[in-house]
C-alpha cells in the first residue's frame, strides 16, 4: 500500500500524431493525489486528474503550445516516487494513460509553463511497479 506521490512528472505526446510533445515535471493537486493512489493501491481508474505548474523542461524541438481551454487528446507515462506505507520506502511507478488534456493560465507568459492542465476521459494502459 502506497500512501505519498514524490517528484512526478510525465513524458507526453501527441495523441493524434503519436509525435513527441515533451517531458514536464508538475505538482499534484490533494485530490490527484488521493486519485492516483487510489489506481495503484486499488486499481480505480481516476476520471479526472488536475496537475499544478506544469514546466515542459524537454521540449520536442516541433513543440506548438496548446491554445488555452482547447481540448487534446494525448498520451503519456506518468514517472513518480510512491511511499511504501510499511517501510516508508520510495518505489518508482509508471502509469501510462491516454487521456484529453485542457490547459490553463500563463500560457502567453512563457511556452512552456501552465498553471494548471485537467485531464479527463481518462484511459489507463498500464500501471507499472518498479521494487
Given at each position: ?6 517528484d512526478p512528472r510525465i513524458l507526453i505526446y ?66 513518480a516516487l510512491f511511499t511504501d506505507s510499511s ?45
Amino acid at each position: 500500500m502506497f500512501t505519498k506521490i514524490k517528484d512526478p512528472r510525465i513524458l507526453i505526446y501527441d495523441g493524434e500524431t503519436d509525435r513527441l510533445i515533451g517531458m514536464a515535471s508538475f505538482e499534484l493537486t490533494p485530490e490527484a493525489e488521493k486519485a492516483l493512489l487510489g489506481l495503484v493501491n486499488y486499481g480505480i481508474k481516476p476520471s479526472t486528474i488536475t496537475l499544478l505548474d506544469i514546466n515542459l523542461y524537454q521540449p520536442d524541438r516541433t513543440y506548438v503550445p496548446p491554445t488555452p481551454f482547447d481540448a487534446y487528446k494525448r498520451e503519456g507515462t506518468i514517472y513518480a516516487l510512491f511511499t511504501d506505507s510499511s517501510t516508508g520506502e520510495n518505489i518508482p511507478v509508471e502509469i501510462q494513460m491516454k487521456y484529453t488534456a485542457r490547459a490553463r493560465g500563463n500560457i502567453f507568459e512563457t511556452l512552456y509553463h501552465f498553471d494548471s492542465v485537467e485531464f479527463s476521459d481518462i484511459e489507463i494502459e498500464s500501471v507499472k511497479i518498479n521494487y
